[in-house]
Protein backbone atom coordinates (compact mmCIF):
# COMPACT_ATOMS: atom_id res chain seq x y z
CA UNK A 1 0.00 0.00 0.00
CA UNK A 2 1.90 2.91 -1.01
CA UNK A 3 0.45 6.46 1.11
CA UNK A 4 -0.90 9.79 -0.53
CA UNK A 5 1.45 12.09 -1.88
CA UNK A 6 1.53 15.91 0.10
CA UNK A 7 1.70 18.82 -1.89
CA UNK A 8 1.98 21.95 -0.11
CA UNK A 9 0.67 25.45 -1.72
CA UNK A 10 -0.16 28.70 -0.21
CA UNK A 11 0.51 27.91 2.77
CA UNK A 12 -2.14 24.48 3.08
CA UNK A 13 -1.38 20.79 3.07
CA UNK A 14 -3.40 18.63 0.30
CA UNK A 15 -3.20 14.79 0.35
CA UNK A 16 -3.02 13.49 -3.02
CA UNK A 17 -4.22 9.52 -3.57
CA UNK A 18 -1.39 7.65 -5.23
CA UNK A 19 -2.14 5.20 -7.69
CA UNK A 20 0.10 1.90 -8.50
CA UNK A 21 0.22 -0.25 -11.48
CA UNK A 22 1.36 -3.93 -12.04
CA UNK A 23 4.87 -3.55 -11.51
CA UNK A 24 4.57 -1.03 -8.35
CA UNK A 25 5.06 1.85 -10.91
CA UNK A 26 3.19 4.83 -8.81
CA UNK A 27 1.31 8.10 -9.96
CA UNK A 28 -0.27 10.72 -8.08
CA UNK A 29 -3.91 11.32 -9.12
CA UNK A 30 -4.45 14.98 -9.62
CA UNK A 31 -7.83 14.46 -10.91
CA UNK A 32 -9.44 17.04 -8.18
CA UNK A 33 -6.25 18.80 -8.02
CA UNK A 34 -8.31 22.15 -9.23
CA UNK A 35 -11.27 21.26 -7.47
CA UNK A 36 -9.27 21.35 -3.91
CA UNK A 37 -5.96 23.50 -4.10
CA UNK A 38 -7.31 25.87 -7.02
CA UNK A 39 -4.39 24.87 -9.23
CA UNK A 40 -3.61 22.95 -12.19
CA UNK A 41 -0.18 20.59 -13.34
CA UNK A 42 1.74 22.09 -16.17
CA UNK A 43 3.21 19.17 -18.75
CA UNK A 44 4.36 20.28 -22.16
CA UNK A 45 4.28 16.78 -24.12
CA UNK A 46 2.87 15.23 -21.92
CA UNK A 47 6.50 13.12 -20.57
CA UNK A 48 5.50 12.84 -17.12
CA UNK A 49 1.68 12.56 -17.17
CA UNK A 50 -0.32 9.14 -17.25
CA UNK A 51 -3.26 9.86 -19.21
CA UNK A 52 -4.88 6.63 -18.41
CA UNK A 53 -4.79 3.57 -16.57
CA UNK A 54 -5.08 0.46 -19.06
CA UNK A 55 -3.96 -3.09 -19.13
CA UNK A 56 -2.96 -3.58 -22.78
CA UNK A 57 0.87 -3.12 -23.44
CA UNK A 58 3.80 -2.77 -20.54
CA UNK A 59 7.04 -0.98 -21.30
CA UNK A 60 9.85 -0.47 -19.03
CA UNK A 61 11.96 1.63 -20.67
CA UNK A 62 14.91 2.00 -18.56
CA UNK A 63 15.31 -1.80 -19.22
CA UNK A 64 14.05 -1.85 -22.40
CA UNK A 65 11.27 -4.08 -21.88
CA UNK A 66 8.06 -4.24 -23.99
CA UNK A 67 5.43 -6.96 -23.29
CA UNK A 68 1.99 -7.23 -25.07
CA UNK A 69 -1.25 -8.03 -22.29
CA UNK A 70 1.93 -9.68 -20.19
CA UNK A 71 3.93 -11.45 -23.06
CA UNK A 72 7.13 -10.54 -23.67
CA UNK A 73 7.46 -9.20 -27.38
CA UNK A 74 10.80 -11.15 -28.19
CA UNK A 75 8.96 -14.49 -27.30
CA UNK A 76 5.88 -13.31 -29.58
CA UNK A 77 8.56 -12.50 -32.17
CA UNK A 78 9.94 -16.36 -31.69
CA UNK A 79 6.69 -18.01 -31.45
CA UNK A 80 3.08 -15.88 -32.68
CA UNK A 81 2.05 -14.69 -35.91
CA UNK A 82 0.86 -11.02 -36.16
CA UNK A 83 -2.79 -12.29 -36.54
CA UNK A 84 -2.44 -14.25 -33.01
CA UNK A 85 -0.93 -11.46 -31.75
CA UNK A 86 -3.64 -9.15 -33.32
CA UNK A 87 -6.44 -11.01 -31.28
CA UNK A 88 -4.60 -11.25 -28.49
CA UNK A 89 -4.06 -7.34 -28.74
CA UNK A 90 -7.30 -6.89 -29.43
CA UNK A 91 -9.26 -9.12 -27.05
CA UNK A 92 -6.81 -9.69 -24.46
CA UNK A 93 -5.83 -13.87 -24.28
CA UNK A 94 -3.99 -15.25 -27.13
CA UNK A 95 -7.02 -17.40 -29.30
CA UNK A 96 -7.96 -20.91 -28.78
CA UNK A 97 -7.39 -23.18 -32.07
CA UNK A 98 -10.95 -22.36 -33.12
CA UNK A 99 -10.78 -18.82 -32.14
CA UNK A 100 -7.90 -18.11 -34.49
CA UNK A 101 -9.63 -20.27 -37.25
CA UNK A 102 -12.84 -17.91 -36.85
CA UNK A 103 -10.78 -15.12 -36.53
CA UNK A 104 -8.64 -15.64 -39.68
CA UNK A 105 -11.79 -16.85 -41.74
CA UNK A 106 -13.82 -13.20 -40.41
CA UNK A 107 -10.25 -11.51 -42.08
CA UNK A 108 -10.58 -13.92 -45.41
CA UNK A 109 -14.52 -12.88 -46.26
CA UNK A 110 -13.80 -9.47 -45.45
CA UNK A 111 -10.89 -8.44 -47.32
CA UNK A 112 -12.42 -6.83 -50.11
CA UNK A 113 -13.68 -3.45 -50.17
CA UNK A 114 -17.19 -1.78 -51.47
CA UNK A 115 -16.93 -1.93 -55.22
CA UNK A 116 -17.81 1.76 -54.91
CA UNK A 117 -15.07 2.61 -52.81
CA UNK A 118 -13.11 1.69 -55.85
CA UNK A 119 -14.00 5.02 -57.23
CA UNK A 120 -12.98 7.24 -54.37
CA UNK A 121 -8.94 6.17 -55.74
CA UNK A 122 -9.57 8.21 -58.80
CA UNK A 123 -10.09 10.69 -56.98
CA UNK A 124 -6.93 11.73 -55.71
CA UNK A 125 -4.20 13.31 -58.13
CA UNK A 126 -1.50 11.25 -59.10
CA UNK A 127 1.55 10.70 -56.94
CA UNK A 128 -1.04 11.61 -54.00
CA UNK A 129 0.72 10.62 -50.10
CA UNK A 130 -0.65 7.08 -49.42
CA UNK A 131 -0.95 8.28 -46.01
CA UNK A 132 -3.10 10.97 -47.04
CA UNK A 133 -5.65 8.34 -49.25
CA UNK A 134 -5.34 5.71 -46.04
CA UNK A 135 -6.43 8.55 -43.84
CA UNK A 136 -9.23 9.58 -45.91
CA UNK A 137 -10.48 5.83 -47.19
CA UNK A 138 -10.74 4.76 -43.87
CA UNK A 139 -13.27 7.45 -43.12
CA UNK A 140 -14.90 6.98 -46.16
CA UNK A 141 -14.95 3.40 -45.25
CA UNK A 142 -17.12 3.97 -42.17
CA UNK A 143 -19.86 5.19 -44.57
CA UNK A 144 -20.07 2.13 -46.20
CA UNK A 145 -20.34 0.08 -42.82
CA UNK A 146 -23.16 2.51 -41.23
CA UNK A 147 -23.83 -0.95 -38.89
CA UNK A 148 -20.54 0.00 -37.01
CA UNK A 149 -21.36 3.54 -36.62
CA UNK A 150 -22.94 3.50 -33.34
CA UNK A 151 -22.64 1.56 -29.68
CA UNK A 152 -21.05 -1.84 -30.84
CA UNK A 153 -22.47 -4.89 -29.13
CA UNK A 154 -19.53 -7.57 -28.56
CA UNK A 155 -20.19 -9.61 -31.46
CA UNK A 156 -20.56 -6.82 -33.71
CA UNK A 157 -16.99 -5.38 -32.13
CA UNK A 158 -15.70 -8.79 -33.26
CA UNK A 159 -16.92 -8.15 -36.65
CA UNK A 160 -15.88 -4.67 -36.93
CA UNK A 161 -12.14 -5.31 -35.69
CA UNK A 162 -12.00 -8.21 -38.32
CA UNK A 163 -13.31 -6.32 -41.10
CA UNK A 164 -11.18 -2.60 -40.47
CA UNK A 165 -8.29 -5.32 -39.87
CA UNK A 166 -8.91 -6.68 -43.03
CA UNK A 167 -9.24 -3.76 -45.58
CA UNK A 168 -6.68 -1.36 -44.16
CA UNK A 169 -5.11 -3.46 -45.71
CA UNK A 170 -7.07 -4.04 -48.91
CA UNK A 171 -7.15 -0.03 -49.19
CA UNK A 172 -3.28 0.28 -48.16
CA UNK A 173 -2.14 -1.73 -51.26
CA UNK A 174 -4.83 -0.19 -53.32
CA UNK A 175 -3.27 3.49 -52.46
CA UNK A 176 -0.07 2.17 -53.83
CA UNK A 177 -1.57 1.04 -56.78
CA UNK A 178 -3.18 4.18 -57.58
CA UNK A 179 0.43 6.05 -56.96
CA UNK A 180 2.18 4.40 -59.47
CA UNK A 181 -0.63 4.11 -61.84
CA UNK A 182 -1.54 0.57 -61.92
CA UNK A 183 -4.74 -1.38 -61.77
CA UNK A 184 -5.99 -2.55 -58.21
CA UNK A 185 -5.95 -6.16 -57.70
CA UNK A 186 -8.27 -7.39 -55.88
CA UNK A 187 -7.13 -10.17 -52.74
CA UNK A 188 -6.79 -13.93 -52.83
CA UNK A 189 -8.72 -15.85 -50.12
CA UNK A 190 -6.38 -19.12 -50.06
CA UNK A 191 -3.72 -16.32 -48.75
CA UNK A 192 -3.18 -15.33 -45.63
CA UNK A 193 -2.90 -11.96 -44.50
CA UNK A 194 0.71 -10.66 -45.10
CA UNK A 195 1.22 -13.23 -48.64
CA UNK A 196 -2.46 -11.35 -49.43
CA UNK A 197 -1.00 -8.13 -48.47
CA UNK A 198 1.97 -8.69 -50.98
CA UNK A 199 0.04 -10.32 -53.63
CA UNK A 200 -2.67 -6.99 -54.22
CA UNK A 201 0.69 -4.89 -53.87
CA UNK A 202 3.03 -6.94 -56.59
CA UNK A 203 0.84 -8.76 -58.79
CA UNK A 204 -0.57 -7.71 -61.95
CA UNK A 205 -3.62 -8.67 -64.10
CA UNK A 206 -1.74 -10.47 -66.36
CA UNK A 207 0.77 -11.63 -63.89
CA UNK A 208 0.88 -13.34 -60.46
CA UNK A 209 3.53 -12.76 -57.60
CA UNK A 210 4.10 -15.69 -56.03
CA UNK A 211 5.55 -13.89 -52.30
CA UNK A 212 8.94 -15.68 -51.37
CA UNK A 213 7.95 -17.39 -47.77
CA UNK A 214 11.18 -14.66 -46.43
CA UNK A 215 9.61 -11.76 -47.36
CA UNK A 216 5.99 -12.94 -45.46
CA UNK A 217 7.96 -13.76 -42.84
CA UNK A 218 10.13 -10.92 -42.45
CA UNK A 219 6.88 -9.13 -42.79
CA UNK A 220 4.40 -10.64 -40.51
CA UNK A 221 7.61 -9.85 -38.17
CA UNK A 222 7.77 -6.29 -38.46
CA UNK A 223 3.80 -6.23 -38.35
CA UNK A 224 3.70 -7.60 -35.06
CA UNK A 225 6.38 -5.80 -33.63
CA UNK A 226 4.40 -2.52 -34.53
CA UNK A 227 1.19 -4.12 -33.08
CA UNK A 228 0.92 -1.81 -30.31
CA UNK A 229 3.48 0.76 -28.25
CA UNK A 230 0.89 2.05 -24.96
CA UNK A 231 0.67 5.99 -25.41
CA UNK A 232 2.18 7.19 -27.93
CA UNK A 233 0.78 10.25 -30.27
CA UNK A 234 -1.43 7.99 -32.67
CA UNK A 235 -2.79 5.86 -29.99
CA UNK A 236 -3.18 8.63 -27.77
CA UNK A 237 -4.98 10.64 -30.64
CA UNK A 238 -7.13 7.25 -31.34
CA UNK A 239 -8.08 7.21 -27.37
CA UNK A 240 -8.88 10.92 -27.52
CA UNK A 241 -11.21 10.92 -30.57
CA UNK A 242 -12.78 7.76 -29.24
CA UNK A 243 -13.49 9.95 -25.42
CA UNK A 244 -15.99 11.93 -27.55
CA UNK A 245 -17.61 8.36 -28.66
CA UNK A 246 -17.10 8.94 -31.73
CA UNK A 247 -16.80 5.62 -34.11
CA UNK A 248 -13.73 3.10 -34.79
CA UNK A 249 -12.94 4.38 -38.20
CA UNK A 250 -13.12 8.17 -37.61
CA UNK A 251 -11.20 7.47 -34.46
CA UNK A 252 -8.46 5.24 -36.22
CA UNK A 253 -8.17 8.00 -39.22
CA UNK A 254 -7.44 10.51 -36.66
CA UNK A 255 -4.42 7.99 -35.93
CA UNK A 256 -3.18 7.54 -39.01
CA UNK A 257 -2.96 11.09 -39.17
CA UNK A 258 -0.97 11.63 -36.17
CA UNK A 259 1.30 8.63 -37.36
CA UNK A 260 2.01 10.50 -40.56
CA UNK A 261 4.43 12.85 -38.91
CA UNK A 262 8.62 12.33 -39.19
CA UNK A 263 8.84 12.46 -35.58
CA UNK A 264 6.16 9.02 -35.50
CA UNK A 265 5.35 7.07 -37.89
CA UNK A 266 7.26 9.01 -40.57
CA UNK A 267 10.61 8.42 -39.05
CA UNK A 268 11.27 5.09 -40.76
CA UNK A 269 11.06 7.17 -44.43
CA UNK A 270 13.61 9.74 -43.44
CA UNK A 271 15.80 6.87 -41.98
CA UNK A 272 16.18 5.52 -45.33
CA UNK A 273 17.04 9.20 -46.79
CA UNK A 274 19.30 10.04 -44.06
CA UNK A 275 21.44 6.62 -44.95
CA UNK A 276 21.21 7.26 -48.75
CA UNK A 277 22.53 10.57 -48.38
CA UNK A 278 25.18 9.50 -46.45
CA UNK A 279 26.01 7.15 -48.59
CA UNK A 280 25.95 9.19 -52.10
CA UNK A 281 27.32 11.90 -50.53
CA UNK A 282 30.50 10.05 -48.81
CA UNK A 283 29.93 12.58 -46.14
CA UNK A 284 32.45 11.80 -43.02
CA UNK A 285 30.21 9.94 -40.39
CA UNK A 286 31.89 12.03 -37.69
CA UNK A 287 30.84 15.09 -39.37
CA UNK A 288 27.64 14.03 -40.05
CA UNK A 289 27.51 13.42 -35.93
CA UNK A 290 29.16 16.76 -34.97
CA UNK A 291 26.00 18.29 -38.17
CA UNK A 292 23.14 16.04 -35.64
CA UNK A 293 24.98 17.48 -32.27
CA UNK A 294 24.85 21.36 -32.88
CA UNK A 295 22.09 22.96 -31.65
CA UNK A 296 21.65 25.42 -34.35
CA UNK A 297 21.75 22.82 -37.11
CA UNK A 298 18.12 21.16 -38.32
CA UNK A 299 19.86 17.50 -38.41
CA UNK A 300 18.54 14.81 -36.11
CA UNK A 301 19.85 11.03 -36.07
CA UNK A 302 16.71 10.29 -37.50
CA UNK A 303 15.55 6.64 -36.30
CA UNK A 304 17.56 7.45 -32.78
CA UNK A 305 15.75 8.36 -29.29
CA UNK A 306 12.85 7.79 -28.23
CA UNK A 307 10.67 9.62 -24.98
CA UNK A 308 9.85 6.30 -23.46
CA UNK A 309 13.12 4.00 -24.21
CA UNK A 310 16.60 5.35 -22.56
CA UNK A 311 18.40 1.87 -23.35
CA UNK A 312 17.79 -0.14 -26.42
CA UNK A 313 14.24 -0.44 -28.00
CA UNK A 314 13.63 -4.46 -27.58
CA UNK A 315 11.86 -4.09 -31.53
CA UNK A 316 15.00 -2.46 -33.27
CA UNK A 317 17.06 -5.42 -31.52
CA UNK A 318 14.71 -7.75 -33.23
CA UNK A 319 14.42 -5.73 -36.35
CA UNK A 320 18.79 -5.50 -37.16
CA UNK A 321 18.49 -9.15 -36.26
CA UNK A 322 15.35 -10.20 -38.78
CA UNK A 323 17.44 -7.67 -41.30
CA UNK A 324 20.73 -9.26 -41.52
CA UNK A 325 18.61 -12.96 -41.48
CA UNK A 326 16.65 -11.60 -45.07
CA UNK A 327 19.58 -10.45 -46.56
CA UNK A 328 21.57 -13.08 -45.86
CA UNK A 329 18.76 -15.55 -47.02
CA UNK A 330 18.42 -13.66 -50.13
CA UNK A 331 22.39 -13.39 -50.73
CA UNK A 332 22.24 -10.10 -51.36
CA UNK A 333 23.95 -7.52 -49.34
CA UNK A 334 22.60 -3.24 -49.16
CA UNK A 335 24.78 -0.56 -49.02
CA UNK A 336 22.05 1.18 -46.71
CA UNK A 337 22.31 -1.24 -43.53
CA UNK A 338 26.08 -1.40 -43.84
CA UNK A 339 25.73 2.49 -43.37
CA UNK A 340 22.99 1.72 -40.68
CA UNK A 341 25.36 0.08 -38.49
CA UNK A 342 28.47 1.95 -38.95
CA UNK A 343 26.44 5.13 -38.28
CA UNK A 344 24.89 3.16 -35.21
CA UNK A 345 28.56 2.23 -33.75
CA UNK A 346 30.12 5.68 -34.02
CA UNK A 347 26.68 7.25 -32.47
CA UNK A 348 26.54 4.43 -29.24
CA UNK A 349 30.41 5.73 -28.69
CA UNK A 350 29.79 9.25 -28.51
CA UNK A 351 29.67 10.93 -25.36
CA UNK A 352 26.29 13.13 -26.66
CA UNK A 353 24.48 10.23 -27.22
CA UNK A 354 25.42 8.61 -24.10
CA UNK A 355 24.60 10.69 -21.99
CA UNK A 356 21.08 11.10 -23.03
CA UNK A 357 20.44 8.10 -23.87
CA UNK A 358 20.05 8.09 -27.11
CA UNK A 359 19.70 4.41 -28.96
CA UNK A 360 18.20 2.90 -32.17
CA UNK A 361 14.55 2.99 -31.98
CA UNK A 362 12.18 0.73 -34.20
CA UNK A 363 12.42 2.95 -37.46
CA UNK A 364 15.95 2.27 -37.65
CA UNK A 365 15.87 -0.71 -39.13
CA UNK A 366 12.65 -1.63 -40.60
CA UNK A 367 12.63 0.45 -44.17
CA UNK A 368 15.72 -1.63 -44.66
CA UNK A 369 13.93 -4.55 -44.71
CA UNK A 370 10.94 -2.82 -46.16
CA UNK A 371 13.49 -1.82 -49.85
CA UNK A 372 14.62 -5.21 -49.71
CA UNK A 373 10.91 -6.41 -50.16
CA UNK A 374 10.54 -3.73 -52.75
CA UNK A 375 8.09 -1.60 -50.61
CA UNK A 376 8.68 1.57 -51.84
CA UNK A 377 9.76 4.28 -49.33
CA UNK A 378 6.61 6.62 -49.08
CA UNK A 379 4.83 3.50 -47.58
CA UNK A 380 6.64 2.60 -44.84
CA UNK A 381 4.40 4.83 -42.73
CA UNK A 382 1.40 2.52 -44.41
CA UNK A 383 2.83 -0.13 -43.02
CA UNK A 384 3.39 0.97 -40.17
CA UNK A 385 -0.03 1.73 -39.66
CA UNK A 386 -0.92 -1.58 -40.95
CA UNK A 387 0.50 -2.79 -37.84
CA UNK A 388 -0.41 -0.57 -35.61
CA UNK A 389 -4.19 -1.36 -36.37
CA UNK A 390 -4.37 -3.81 -33.52
CA UNK A 391 -2.85 -1.74 -31.16
CA UNK A 392 -5.40 1.68 -32.31
CA UNK A 393 -8.58 -0.86 -31.73
CA UNK A 394 -7.52 -2.55 -28.64
CA UNK A 395 -7.32 1.30 -26.69
CA UNK A 396 -10.41 2.54 -28.77
CA UNK A 397 -12.31 -0.49 -27.41
CA UNK A 398 -11.01 -0.01 -23.67
CA UNK A 399 -11.98 3.81 -24.04
CA UNK A 400 -15.33 2.59 -24.72
CA UNK A 401 -15.49 -0.44 -22.43
CA UNK A 402 -14.45 1.89 -19.39
CA UNK A 403 -17.21 2.86 -16.88
CA UNK A 404 -15.15 5.57 -15.87
CA UNK A 405 -14.04 7.30 -19.15
CA UNK A 406 -14.45 10.85 -19.70
CA UNK A 407 -14.32 12.99 -22.82
CA UNK A 408 -10.57 13.96 -22.77
CA UNK A 409 -10.26 17.74 -22.20
CA UNK A 410 -6.71 19.09 -21.05
CA UNK A 411 -6.17 22.03 -19.12
CA UNK A 412 -4.01 24.99 -19.73
CA UNK A 413 -2.03 28.21 -18.80
CA UNK A 414 -3.28 30.78 -20.55
CA UNK A 415 -0.49 33.74 -21.55
CA UNK A 416 -2.27 35.50 -24.01
CA UNK A 417 -3.17 39.13 -23.72
CA UNK A 418 -5.45 40.09 -20.88
CA UNK A 419 -8.96 42.02 -21.75
CA UNK A 420 -8.32 44.37 -24.47
CA UNK A 421 -10.76 47.07 -25.49
CA UNK A 422 -11.97 46.75 -29.04
CA UNK A 423 -10.94 49.10 -31.42
CA UNK A 424 -12.93 50.11 -34.26
CA UNK A 425 -11.17 49.38 -37.82
CA UNK A 426 -10.45 53.24 -38.91
CA UNK A 427 -8.68 53.71 -35.07
CA UNK A 428 -6.36 51.81 -36.03
CA UNK A 429 -2.66 52.02 -36.88
N1 LIG B 1 19.35 13.16 -32.84
C1 LIG B 1 20.03 14.10 -32.16
N2 LIG B 1 19.69 14.54 -30.92
C2 LIG B 1 18.61 13.97 -30.37
C3 LIG B 1 17.85 12.98 -31.03
C4 LIG B 1 18.25 12.57 -32.30
N3 LIG B 1 17.59 11.63 -32.97
N4 LIG B 1 16.81 12.61 -30.24
C5 LIG B 1 16.91 13.35 -29.13
N5 LIG B 1 18.01 14.18 -29.19
C6 LIG B 1 18.47 15.09 -28.15
C7 LIG B 1 17.63 16.36 -28.12
O1 LIG B 1 18.17 17.37 -28.95
C8 LIG B 1 17.70 16.71 -26.65
O2 LIG B 1 18.97 17.29 -26.41
P1 LIG B 1 19.13 18.43 -25.26
O3 LIG B 1 18.79 17.73 -23.96
O4 LIG B 1 20.54 18.86 -25.35
O5 LIG B 1 18.15 19.51 -25.61
C9 LIG B 1 17.69 15.35 -25.95
O6 LIG B 1 18.26 14.45 -26.89
C10 LIG B 1 16.29 14.89 -25.56
O7 LIG B 1 15.51 14.86 -26.75
P2 LIG B 1 13.99 15.34 -26.87
O8 LIG B 1 13.75 15.85 -28.25
O9 LIG B 1 13.66 16.23 -25.72
O10 LIG B 1 13.27 13.97 -26.67
P3 LIG B 1 11.75 13.69 -26.93
O11 LIG B 1 11.39 12.62 -25.99
O12 LIG B 1 10.95 14.95 -26.91
O13 LIG B 1 11.72 13.16 -28.44
C11 LIG B 1 11.97 11.74 -30.28
C12 LIG B 1 11.78 11.83 -28.78
C13 LIG B 1 10.92 12.60 -31.01
C14 LIG B 1 11.78 10.30 -30.73
C15 LIG B 1 13.40 12.24 -30.64
O14 LIG B 1 14.36 11.39 -30.03
C16 LIG B 1 13.62 12.32 -32.14
O15 LIG B 1 13.30 13.32 -32.76
N6 LIG B 1 14.19 11.23 -32.76
C17 LIG B 1 14.37 11.20 -34.18
C18 LIG B 1 13.04 10.89 -34.86
C19 LIG B 1 12.64 9.43 -34.67
O16 LIG B 1 13.44 8.52 -34.85
N7 LIG B 1 11.36 9.24 -34.35
C20 LIG B 1 10.78 7.90 -34.16
C21 LIG B 1 10.47 7.66 -32.72
S1 LIG B 1 9.86 6.06 -32.45
C22 LIG B 1 8.29 6.11 -33.05
O17 LIG B 1 7.58 7.06 -32.98
C23 LIG B 1 7.83 4.95 -33.68
Request: negative net charge; contains cysteine; glycine residues 6%.
Amino acid sequence: MTGPAILTYNGQTYELPVVVGSHREAAIDISRLRETAGIITLDSGFANTGSCISNITYIDGERGILRYRGYLVEVLAAQSSFIETAYLLIFGELPTADQLKDFRSALTRNQSIHEDMHHHFDGFPPNAPPMAILSAMINALGCFEPVFMGEESDDQFVLAAARLMSKIRTIAAASYRKSVGKPMIYPRSQLRYTANFLHMMFSDPYELYEADQTFVDALDLLLMLHADHEQNCSTSTVRMVASSHANLHTSVAAGVSALWGPLHGGANAAVIAMLTELVETGEPLEHFIARVKDKDGKARLMGFGHRVYKHFDPRAKLIKAACDRLLNKLGRSDPLLDMAKRLEEVALRDEYFIERKLYPNVDYYSGIIMRAMGIPTDMFTVMFAIGRLPGWIAHWREVRKDPNSRIDRPRQVYSGPVVREYVPIEERN
